[in-house]
């Protein structure tokens, strides 16, 4: 039924929360785990033409390799296969193709990743997966840990009414 299970990382602690629920689901149904970082292209542009540009790609990319290197020894530690992959381009709408390609049975992502105030206003990523893709995608929220949690607001931060 799943046999093919994706988890997008950008190596972002909520990202690393997907890539655990993803191979405990995947050491449940004995899926191939599929690993895959996209590096942003607008980000991967933006860098100044300073002549680092090809530089700059190539530390995405290697960053990229890196992270789903460690989902894939995550998942031989749990005794299953996993595909690496990483791409260029926009992030949900890669995403989407990478599920119609490799025939992906579900999708695990991490509710909000590296984006800033900008994904908050725009809408995640994975919000916009889970209405591109046909197929169950399961989308992993965790507190953040002690060391995030200045960024929540306070009780006497709260205006009362």
Same mark, same amino acid.
């Given at each position: 039924?799943?046999?093919?299970?994706?988890?997008?990382?950008?190596?972002?602690?909520?990202?690393?929360?997907?890539?655990?629920?993803?191979?405990?689901?995947? &050491?449940?149904?004995?899926?191939?785990?599929?690993?895959?970082?996209?590096?942003?292209?607008?980000?991967?542009?933006?860098?100044?033409?300073?002549?680092?540009?090809?530089?700059? %790609?190539?530390?995405? +990319?290697?960053?990229?390799?890196?992270?789903?290197?460690?989902?894939?020894?995550?998942?031989?530690?749990?005794?299953?296969?996993?595909?690496?992959?990483?791409?260029?381009?926009?992030?949900?709408?890669?995403?989407? &193709?990478?599920?119609?390609?490799?025939? +992906?049975?579900?999708?695990? +992502?991490?509710?909000?990743?590296?984006?800033?105030?900008?994904?908050?206003?725009?809408?995640?990523?994975?919000?916009?997966?889970? %209405?591109?893709?046909?197929?169950?995608?399961?989308?992993?929220?965790?507190?953040?840990?002690?060391?995030?949690?200045?960024?929540?607001?306070?009780?006497?931060?709260?205006?009362? %009414?």
């Amino acid at each position: 039924m799943y046999d093919n299970l994706l988890v997008p990382t950008d190596g972002s602690e909520q990202a690393g929360n997907a890539v655990e629920e993803g191979i405990r689901l995947a &050491s449940e149904l004995d899926a191939t785990v599929h690993a895959l970082h996209v590096v942003d292209e607008f980000e991967a542009k933006i860098v100044p033409i300073t002549g680092e540009q090809d530089e700059k %790609r190539a530390e995405y +990319i290697e960053y990229g390799e890196r992270i789903t290197g460690e989902v894939a020894d995550l998942a031989e530690d749990a005794g299953l296969d996993c595909i690496t992959t990483v791409e260029t381009g926009i992030a949900n709408k890669k995403i989407a &193709s990478y599920v119609e390609e490799n025939d +992906i049975d579900m999708v695990v +992502i991490g509710s909000r990743g590296l984006g800033g105030v900008e994904e908050m206003l725009l809408g995640s990523t994975a919000d916009k997966v889970v %209405r591109l893709v046909d197929v169950p995608v399961t989308v992993v929220y965790k507190r953040p840990t002690e060391s995030l949690r200045w960024m929540l607001p306070s009780a006497e931060d709260t205006i009362h %009414r």
